[in-house]
C-alpha cells in the first residue's frame, strides 16, 4: 500500500489538457522531498519524464509539466497525443519508507 | 551511452534464494553520487523499490524487506548483485535494476527480468 495516492485512470481527447494529481503527506512532500514522473508503456520499464517536480530530462516534449505545493503534486499533460497513453507514476522520498511510487494513473487518449 | 541490464533465473521455488544481476555500462559505479537501485513491480501493480547501492560502498534496504535482501558490487565488472531470501509466489513480477545520480530519481532503467515464484 503505498503512501503517494493517484488517481486509478484519467482520459482526454487528442488535443486536450489532463492533470494527474499526486497527494502525499507530511513525511513526503510535506518534509521537502521532491516529486520526480515515470511513463510506463505495456512491457516497458519506466521512463523518467519530470524530476525534481518540474523539471524535464533531455528529450522529453514539454508538453509534460510537473508542480508541487504542500503535500500535493501534480503531472499535467498538454496537447494530448495518442503516444501519451501509458501508465504513470510519481516518485519521493519518505521518511518512514524510503523510496516510495504513487498508486499509478492509466492515461487513456479518446 | 546508459545501459544497464538484469539477468538472473526466470523460475525460483519457494523458500529458495533469488539472485540477479544487474550489468551496466557508460558510466562507473565509483563516481561519486553514483548509485544502483533495484526496483520490483508485480504484474498490474505499482513498482516497488527494494535498495540501493552507493559508489562508496553504503547501502540502503526497504525496512519491510532488509532481513532477506543482501546487495554486493564488483566495481571493476559493472555489476551489481541482488539476493533476496526465502522467496514467495508474492515476490513474483519484474525485477528492474535502475540507476541514480546525485539525485534520489532513477533516470535509467534495466529493461527487467521477469521472475516467477513456483514449485
Known amino acids: 500500500q503505498s503512501v503517494l495516492t493517484q488517481p486509478p485512470s484519467v482520459s482526454g481527447a487528442p488535443g486536450q489538457r489532463v492533470t494527474i494529481s499526486c497527494t502525499g503527506g507530511?513525511?513526503?512532500?510535506?518534509?521537502?522531498?521532491?516529486v520526480h514522473w515515470y511513463k510506463q508503456l505495456p512491457g516497458s520499464a519506466p521512463q523518467l519524464i519530470i524530476y525534481?517536480?518540474?523539471n524535464r530530462p533531455s528529450g522529453v516534449p514539454d508538453r509534460f509539466s510537473g508542480s508541487k505545493s504542500g503535500t500535493s503534486a501534480s503531472l499535467v499533460i498538454t496537447g494530448l497525443q495518442s503516444e501519451d497513453e501509458a501508465d504513470y507514476y510519481c516518485?519521493?522520498?519518505?521518511?518512514?519508507?524510503?523510496?516510495?511510487f504513487g498508486t499509478g494513473t492509466k492515461v487513456t487518449v479518446l | 551511452q546508459v545501459t544497464l541490464r538484469e539477468s538472473g533465473p526466470a523460475v525460483v521455488k519457494p523458500t529458495q534464494t533469488l539472485t540477479l544481476t544487474c550489468t551496466f555500462s557508460?558510466?562507473?559505479?565509483?563516481?561519486?553520487?553514483?548509485?544502483v537501485n533495484w526496483i520490483r513491480q508485480p504484474p498490474g501493480k505499482a513498482p516497488e523499490w527494494l535498495a540501493r547501492i552507493d559508489w562508496d560502498g553504503d547501502k540502503y534496504h526497504k525496512t519491510s524487506l532488509r532481513s532477506r535482501l543482501t546487495l554486493s558490487k564488483d566495481a571493476s565488472k559493472n555489476e551489481v548483485i541482488l539476493r533476496m531470501t526465502n522467496m514467495d509466489p508474492v515476490d513474483a513480477g519484474m525485477y528492474f535494476c535502475?540507476?541514480?545520480?546525485?539525485?534520489?530519481?532513477?533516470?535509467?532503467w534495466g529493461p527487467g527480468a521477469l521472475v516467477t515464484v513456483s514449485s
Open positions: 507530511s513525511s513526503n512532500f510535506g518534509a521537502g522531498y521532491d
Open positions: 516518485q519521493s522520498y519518505d521518511d518512514n519508507l524510503s523510496e516510495v
Open positions: 535502475a540507476r541514480s545520480y546525485r539525485n534520489w530519481n532513477f533516470d535509467t
Open positions: 557508460g558510466f562507473s559505479l565509483t563516481t561519486t553520487g553514483m548509485c
Open positions: 525534481d517536480d518540474n
